[in-house]
């Protein structure tokens, strides 16, 4: 089974960091985000490094945004990390 992580803020910066070292460790990754070229890009780099990236657009600080975007379902696997 794949580890799975979900990063919030991870179009750039800080989070975006935190995405890739997660992705060279061998995590899939759940990027959420409401910057949507920029995350498109940091998945990109993500899949580069071999590992599957899904990504979602949503304002995780405002509620109930954060139910919008529950991306793990059973097809997908559990999920290892949140950050």
């Known amino acids: ?38 995350m498109k890009r940091t998945a990109g780099e993500i899949e580069g490094l071999g590992r599957e990236a899904l990504t979602y657009q949503a304002d995780v600080a405002s509620s109930p945004g954060p139910m919008r975007w529950q991306p793990m379902s059973p097809e997908n696997g559990a999920i290892s990390i949140s950050c």
């Open 1 to 38: 089974m794949s580890k799975t992580a979900i990063v919030t803020g991870g179009a750039r910066g800080i989070g975006r960091g935190c995405a890739l070292e997660l992705a060279s460790r061998g995590y899939d990754i759940a990027l959420v985000d409401l910057l949507e070229p920029e």
